[in-house]
């Protein structure tokens, strides 16, 4: 047998075949492993179709049977021809708002172009014939189009096309009318701050005075002899915010009434929606600590507001769902949620705030509200009852509490109900499957068609011997039991040492140890894994899905739990026969970047490596919004801002860090990676440190990923 029969023998009596070698490529430049879903689904409200956006047509489909019957618009035979990247159907579902050539601004934040789509005559006409819009809705009756424009409100009267200046005072980086300043944007999650009344006949909306917030400056470096400057509107803890008020327009009477939210100017308003009655807003008011929350109900004509519920917290109070408020269509309850008994359950309330009972409880976080069929008076949700780690579909009626759950196999299910709760369709994932989109009969749960397997990615991952999420626990210093996985190599040999990487984000809430498909970062890991490398994904305490208590122990002192947790861990692997205690690594991004230098500087000496991407490293650093809810303000906690700062512990770094970030970022600013790096400087600390001219906090744009996932690798093989 010759020297190459050998090789090839010895290859397949470790590996069991020939497993193609993941590259960097593959997953930043050629979506080798890329899943397919069903996206753009909008169920129509005659029960019986839904339709969606695939090769630039609007198609819609038969429910029962999952095929398709009509193409409502082809954006190649418009005129023009329309790459269209929406749609919104008005109410009566004869037109459809069709967006095309999005601008984004922030992470959520864009400008676009808009044209309306008559059905019956196939006729497409802009929206405006000036600049590009964004948010732009329907009302009620599909007459009008609201929109925002240059920070103020616009609507347009489609039966003659006429455009009606709502607001006339709006200019960057002083009056907003419509839409969110910068922390709402990025911390509250929403930019469409205009509300059309039930009726069609008002308009409610947001208008920020963002005059007193200090201005941070972006240089854009770019090609030109001389950089520009960028400059926005951005709070940092402890500094000056926007002020917010909620504003009506009558279109009849084109009069405006101001909201009377209080005397209180320091307040947020992360949320609004219109009661059941055309007359009625409902407005959810914070306090800046964000530990007392109000629920007014505001009439539309006289501004007059009545307090309708109080909450308050010792901690902070967390808006998980961007709608998590229901009010029932006889205008008599509502449906809201909160932690009152250490777990986010649903409770019922009559509208003047009494509490009538609650509906769901025990040890368990309800994670999503779907909705209410008031027919039957059923509420759907998922919820962690099963586990923290998976995701399961629920039913309870309102009026006996029965519940009935909906999903049955273990894993992850996130659920797109219909309008009128007769189908629904379930995105399902485990650890060891990408995702399964499958649509249901709601009544007998009946399984109607499986519209995506990804069972041809799934042989993709065996050709590439991906491994598989091996699940574990170990105890932090207090008892608590955490949990994590581990990848490991196919060849893994228990007799063996292996060096192993920790990645984590660690954040408030967050959640990286699921029973799901993928993760951040993975087909990086399993390249990894693939070089000899376990992987291990840990959650620390203060992240979500386990109750109150487990996520708001970090209150007033981000930073020091978690990475007590972060050395638990590394103490538990390094009991681990095949680990190798004198090879262990850390990284992480954003909070977990902060996380990772906070290890490698106030936890030195665990870890032998550590890699940072757009760290925080001194919450002072940070915005009002997302820090002080967590650490209060540095006027009244600054102990709780300094004393887990990486850059405080700059002296104390031991082993290989490199510390990675983007100028361009605007949420997390570059200004948190030069001062740790002057502190490391000053304190003679040597390190390696790349920045990324004019990228965001996501890091992407050309072959940015490619470089910087190649860059990481390369210092993993060198370093760990």
Known sequence: MNKLLIAVFFAFSITGYAQKQITVEDFTTKNTFSQKTVRGINWMKDGKFYSTLENNKVVKYN???????????????LNPKIEIQDYLFSGDEKKLLLSTNFQSIYRRSFTADYFVYDIATKSVKALSSKDKQSYAAFSGD????????????????????????????????????????????EEFSFVDGF?????GKKLAYYRFDESAVREYNLQRWGKTLYPTDYRFKYPKAGEANSTVEIWFYDLASKQKVKADIGTEKDIYIPRVKWTADANVLSI????????????????????????????KSETFIDLEFTDDLIYLNDGKQFIYTTERDGFKHLYLYSIDGKLVKQITSGKFEVSQILGLDEKT???????????????HFYSISLNSNKKTKLSESAGGHTINMSTDYQFYI???????????????????????????NNDALAKVLDEYGFSAKEFFSFKTVEGTQLDGYMLKPKNFDASKQYPVLVYQYSGPGSQNVSNAWGGSHFFFHQMLVQKGYIVAVIDSRGTGARGENFKKLTYKQLGKYELEDLIAGAKFFSTLEYVDDSRLGIWGWSYGGYMSSLAMTKGAGIFKMGIAVAPVTNWRFYDTVYTERYLQTPQLNASGYDDNSPSTYADKLQGNFLLI????????????????QDALVNAGKQFHSFY???????????????HLYTMMMDYVLENL
């Open 63 to 77: 429910i029962t049977s999952g095929k398709p019957v009509e193409t409502l618009v082809d954006g190649s035979t």
């Open 142 to 185: 599909g007459s009008k189009v609201a929109f925002v424009r240059e920070n103020n409100l616009f609507y347009v009267t489609l039966a003659d096309m006429q455009e009606v200046q709502v607001s006339t005072d709006g200019k960057f980086n002083h009056i907003i009318n419509g839409t969110t300043d910068w922390v709402y944007e």
């Open 195 to 199: 509300y059309w009344s039930p009726d």
């Open 284 to 311: 959810r008011k914070l306090n800046r600590l964000q530990n007392n929350l109000d629920i007014l109900h505001v009439n539309a004509s006289t501004g007059a507001s009545t307090v309708v519920l109080s909450e």
């Open 377 to 391: 008076k059923t509420l759907y949700y998922t919820s962690t009852e099963v586990s923290p780690l998976e995701r």
């Open 426 to 452: 379930d995105y399902f994932t485990t650890s060891a499957h990408p995702t399964v989109v499958s649509l249901y009969k709601t009544k007998g749960n009946a399984l109607l068609k499986v519209l995506e």
């Open 661 to 676: 970030h983007g100028t361009g970022d605007d949420n997390v600013h570059f200004q948190n990676s030069v001062v740790l």
């Open 692 to 706: 990324y001219p004019d990228k965001h906090h996501g890091i992407q744009g050309g072959k940015t990923k490619l």
